[in-house]
């Protein structure tokens, strides 16, 4: 069964300043997909970045880059530049290709931004 | 384009009552699937529906049950109702069954007291 692990339960990071939040996954399959997802207070889930295993180029979506190191099953999610909108909880997501394509998350990791 | 729509945004239900939940799911998107989520916790999946057929199931008691309509509406139904039932209900909709990435509602937030 797959899992996905994020070991950093809260961050703290100043305006303007660069952050990194871990999430490493376990998992026997080759094709799959990764993806960061954002949950401010208001409770909706906002998808942040998403990443396919067969790609190798790592994706970047603006301030928001990852990561993803397939042979260490990690996938760590940068941000840039820090704005007080990015504080939330970040959600580390695993979806298979195969099956139910459901989506396995992490306990999550709140993201505190100083001002 | 109308994104993901649940109701009740929140209810309080009675340990022992049923509950039901609803979710409109975007435009054309034909794949619903469900979450709970804990507080302090990550989503966990319950169960997915593709064309009104259960697509699949976490592991979840079978008091908890869904229904996919034609317009690809969905609704989660919960029997008798636990205290640790309370938590926020999350649906997403997806385009795709095998590549589509989900798109998730505001959630509902259910108190069993």
């Known amino acids: 069964a797959q899992t996905v692990t994020q070991s950093q339960p809260e961050m703290s990071v100043q305006e303007a300043e660069t952050v990194t939040l871990s999430c490493t996954y376990d998992t026997s399959e080759s094709d799959y997909y990764l993806f960061w997802y954002k949950q401010p207070p208001s409770r909706q889930m906002i998808l942040v970045i998403r990443?396919?295993?067969?790609?190798?180029q790592n994706a970047t979506e603006n301030r928001f880059s990852v990561n993803f190191q397939k042979a260490a099953k990690s996938f760590s999610l940068k941000i840039s530049d820090s704005q007080l909108g990015d504080a939330a909880m970040y959600f580390c997501a695993y979806r298979t290709t195969s099956g139910t394509y459901k989506y396995i998350f992490g306990t999550g990791t709140r993201l505190k931004v100083l001002a | 384009e109308t994104g993901v729509t649940q109701s009740p945004t929140h209810l309080i239900k009675t340990r022992g009552q049923q509950v039901t939940l609803r979710c409109s799911s975007q435009?054309?998107?034909?794949?619903v699937s469900w979450y709970q989520q804990a507080l302090g916790q990550g989503p966990q999946f319950i169960f997915q529906y593709y064309r009104e057929e259960e697509n699949g199931r976490g592991n979840f008691p079978p008091r908890f049950s869904g229904l996919q309509f034609p317009n690809y509406s969905s609704e989660l139904n919960v029997n008798a109702l636990e205290l640790d039932d309370s938590a926020l209900y999350l649906c997403?909709?997806?385009?795709?069954?095998?590549?589509?990435?989900?798109?998730f509602g505001p959630g509902t937030r259910l108190t069993v007291t």
């Open positions: 990443q396919e295993a067969y790609k190798q």
């Open positions: 997403a909709s997806s385009l795709e069954r095998v590549r589509g990435e989900q798109y």
């Open positions: 435009s054309g998107h034909n794949t």
